[in-house]
């Protein structure tokens, strides 16, 4: 079993930054892929940015390419996502997940996720 925390959610002004965490525990996560999603009020869970198993390849929603940056340390079996130049449309819960046997094609689908953290509110707003 692999318990996930998410932390660094906050309010911030349009155009800022946030960092978000992921801790886990229970099992390393060094062979996981993990991947954040968030959720909007009224809207379904959607990816934003993943990160496939030991290859550590990157994965981004064009919707935050460029601004978005997901990495780990496997020594802290922590997951991170750098969130720059934030805009509202940015707001949501954003969610943790892990899973040891996805495949790539499925990085991005919910579904394929066996562990998720309880997640943490970003709010965007001036």
């Known amino acids: 079993q692999v318990q996930l925390a998410e932390s660094g959610g906050g309010l911030v002004q349009p155009g800022g930054s946030l960092r978000l965490s992921c801790a886990a525990s229970?099992?390393?996560?060094?062979?996981?892929?993990m991947a954040w999603f968030r959720q909007a009020p009224g809207k379904e869970r959607e990816a934003v940015a993943a990160?496939?198993?030991?290859?550590?390849?990157?994965y981004y929603a064009d919707s935050v390419k460029g601004r978005f940056t997901i990495s780990r340390d496997n020594a802290k079996n922590t997951v991170y996502l750098q969130m720059n130049s934030l805009k509202p449309e940015d707001t949501g819960v954003y969610y943790c997940?892990?899973?040891?046997?996805?495949?790539?094609?499925?990085?991005?689908?919910?579904?394929?996720?066996?562990?998720w953290g309880q997640g943490t509110q970003v709010t965007v707003s001036s």
């Open positions: 229970g099992r390393s996560i060094s062979s996981y892929s």
């Open positions: 997940a892990a899973d040891s046997t996805l495949i790539l094609s499925s990085i991005f689908n919910p579904q394929q996720y066996d562990y």
């Open positions: 990160i496939f198993r030991r290859a550590g390849n990157t």
